[in-house]
Antibody
Framework: EVQLVESGGGVVQPGGSLRLSCAASGFTFDDYAMHWVRQAPGKGLEWVSLISGDGGSTYYADSVKGRFTISRDNSKNSLYLQMNSLRTEDTALYYC?????????????WGQGTLVTVSS | DIQMTQSPSSVSASVGDRVTITCRASQGISSWLAWYQQKPGKAPKLLIYAASSLQSGVPSRFSGSGSGTDFTLTISSLQPEDFATYYCQQANSFPPAFGGGTKVEIK
């Protein structure tokens, strides 16, 4: 059974940093691209970032480019999102999601999310 | 960037009704479209990928169609557990944008 468990969320002041983690199990982690997708309170889904299975390719939404860094440690079956220069508009529930085999741009399994609140 | 527009933003329907949701891409995306269902307080669930391929375990009352810029998600006979918000997502190019969502409510 695929399991994705996010952690690392919390309250941070504008301009601060936070590192999210996602522990994966139930599948061969390094075979799959991985996503971060966020959802502001009461709003829709916003794709944030993707990393290829080998970690060699990364992609970002314009809204986070230059501030967020996605990475993975395949030896630990873990995905990360380093978030710097946080803004109030980054407040959201952050989901880790696994890419569908053959369709890496499609998240098929999602974690339950970790809440990031950016507030002074 | 490709923009995704869903309509309607909400729909009221009864159990047993046929419900159709539309998604339009700002430029052609071939069949690179997925549909998700999200219930309150829960993570999204993939229903359909490649415009019309049903994800494993998803009931056959859900179907998808379309290519290019215009796509539809159809629920052939709405069940109580289908009341939720539905999102489309293009996977043709980065960033893989989501539509704004369609809330299916009980009439």
């Amino acid at each position: 059974e695929v399991q994705l468990v996010e952690s690392g969320g919390g309250v941070v002041q504008p301009g601060g940093s936070l590192r999210l983690s996602c522990a994966a199990s139930g599948f061969t982690f390094d075979d799959y691209a991985m996503h971060w997708v966020r959802q502001a309170p009461g709003k829709g889904l916003e794709w944030v970032s993707l990393i290829s299975g080998d970690g060699g390719s990364t992609y970002y939404a314009d809204s986070v480019k230059g501030r967020f860094t996605i990475s993975r440690d395949n030896s630990k079956n873990s995905l990360y999102l380093q978030m710097n220069s946080l803004r109030t508009e980054d407040t959201a529930l952050y989901y880790c999601a696994k890419g569908l085999l053959g369709f890496p741009g499609v998240p098929d399994y999602w974690g339950q999310g970790t809440l990031v609140t950016v507030s002074s | 960037d490709i923009q995704m527009t869903q309509s309607p933003s909400s729909v009221s329907a009864s159990v047993g009704d046929r419900v159709t949701i539309t998604c339009r891409a700002s430029q052609g995306i071939s069949s690179w479209l997925a549909w998700y269902q999200q219930k309150p307080g829960k993570a999204p669930k993939l229903l359909i990928y490649a415009a019309s391929s049903l994800q494993s375990g998803v009931p056959s009352r859900f179907s998808g169609s379309g290519s290019g810029t215009d796509f539809t998600l159809t629920i052939s006979s709405l069940q109580p557990e289908d009341f939720a918000t539905y999102y489309c997502q293009q996977a043709n190019s980065f960033p893989p944008a989501f539509g704004g969502g369609t809330k299916v409510e009980i009439k």
